[in-house]
């Protein structure tokens, strides 16, 4: 009986899960919501409704449902959670919180390229680049997650900073990984053509 009820509870999940990744927000809202009601201790219900309030643009609720996600979870779980909440954070201009919910992040889980991603960009974001430099090229170290992203993110910064081949060396290291990333081949077809009026 059990094992009946967690794999109902599984399919609930992912009814809503999905219906979030197809857009069908209030699908998503409702589901979710209905989850968390029958669900209250189960963090993963509690995460979701906190990325839909996100994408619902209402923060708040969002913020609320991150915390209780991080009441009822496993310590394994927090880093991805304060994630979560960082780039909430992050996304309401709140730059220095985003930045120390990041580096709590890390300090649980310091061998996850991704939220080294994140603070790089958060740094970025608050005029700090060489720290952000670090940041990704910690992430480029590390080897796991999306290395493509680093590579674009330091691009980005070497080519604000005025190095151009190296911008360039950077954006073809993360085409490398994924050919078909669209603000990669712009920025990559940026460098080239000002490399060709440099020469």
Not at 107 to 114: K, N, Q, R, T, Y
Not at 122 to 132: I, K, P, V
Not at 163 to 180: F, G, R, S, T, Y
């Amino acid at each position: 009986m059990a094992n009946k009820a967690f794999t109902l509870a599984k399919e609930e999940w992912e009814d809503a899960r999905q219906a979030l990744n197809s857009g069908e927000l209030q699908v998503a809202l409702r589901l979710a919501e209905q989850f968390t009601q029958q669900y209250p201790r189960v963090c993963s219900g509690w995460t979701l409704l906190g990325r839909i309030h996100r994408r619902l643009n209402q923060p708040d609720e969002a913020l609320d449902s991150f915390r209780r996600s991080l009441d009822f979870a496993s310590p394994k779980r927090h880093p991805m959670i304060l994630a979560n909440i960082g780039t909430l954070l992050r996304d309401l201009g709140a730059l220095g919180d985003a930045e120390s919910t990041y580096r709590e992040a890390i300090h649980l889980l310091p061998d996850e390229a991704g939220l080294h991603i994140l603070l790089g960009g958060t740094l970025a974001r608050q005029g700090r680049y060489d720290e952000a430099k670090a940041a990704h090229r910690k992430a480029v170290d590390l080897g796991n997650g999306d290395t493509d992203e680093a590579y674009l993110n330091l691009a980005y910064i070497l080519r604000r900073e005025g190095h151009n081949q190296l911008a360039l060396e950077m954006v073809e290291k993360a085409l490398e990984i994924d050919p078909a990333h669209g603000p990669t081949t712009d920025l990559h077809r940026e460098l080239l053509a000002l490399s060709e009026l440099n020469q």
